[in-house]
C-alpha cells in the first residue's frame, strides 16, 4: 500500500544535564515518601525533569532538545530509577521530533540500557534502545552529566 516507508536505523549521540541545584533547576522533587529519609536508596523520590540535551559535555554546547518526563526511586537495595520521559528534539534533521523512553535506570552501573517503545514525527512507530553512561557526577549538589547514545528503528 505504501503508507510505509523502508525502517532505517539512526544511531543519536547526545549529554543529558540534571541540575537539581542552583537558582534555576532543571529537575525537582514532586513527591517523597515519608520513608525516604531513611533509605538509602532514596525509594519513594519523584522528580519532574526538563533537563537540556546537548552535542557535547559543557552545559556551553549547542542544546539540541529536552529530556522532559519523570524519574522515581523504586528500588529499595540499589539506586535504581523507573524513568518515563521524552527526547524532545529542537534542532537539526529530528527537529519537532520525540523519542520516548520508560524503563530501569541502575544509576551506578558503569553503562545502562533503557529502552525506546515510541516517538513522534521523524521517529513515529520508533524502537530501540539508549545506553546512558555517567560522565560527571557532582556528589556535593547531585547534578549530572550523562553521555547517551540511542540506537532507534523508525521509518
Request: overall charge neutral.
Amino acid at each position: 500500500m505504501g503508507l510505509m516507508k523502508k525502517e532505517k536505523l539512526s544511531h543519536l549521540h547526545f549529554y543529558f544535564h540534571d541540575i537539581v541545584s542552583g537558582r534555576h533547576p532543571t529537575a525537582v522533587r514532586v513527591a517523597e515518601a515519608a520513608m525516604t529519609n531513611t533509605s538509602a536508596t532514596g525509594f519513594g523520590l519523584m522528580a519532574m525533569i526538563d533537563d537540556p540535551l546537548t552535542l557535547g559535555p559543557n552545559m556551553s554546547s549547542k542544546i539540541v532538545g529536552r529530556a522532559q518526563g519523570l524519574y522515581a526511586s523504586a528500588d529499595l537495595t540499589n539506586l535504581g530509577l523507573l524513568m518515563v520521559l521524552n527526547f524532545v528534539f529542537t534542532e537539526g534533521k529530528f527537529n519537532g521530533s520525540t523519542l520516548s523512553v520508560l524503563g530501569r535506570n541502575g544509576v551506578f552501573s558503569a553503562v545502562r540500557e533503557l529502552p525506546i517503545v515510541g516517538g513522534s514525527g521523524v521517529f513515529r512507530f520508533a524502537s530501540g534502545y539508549a545506553q546512558a553512561k555517567t560522565h560527571e557526577l557532582k556528589l556535593e549538589t547531585g547534578d549530572a552529566v550523562v553521555e547517551y547514545n540511542v540506537y532507534v528503528f523508525h521509518y
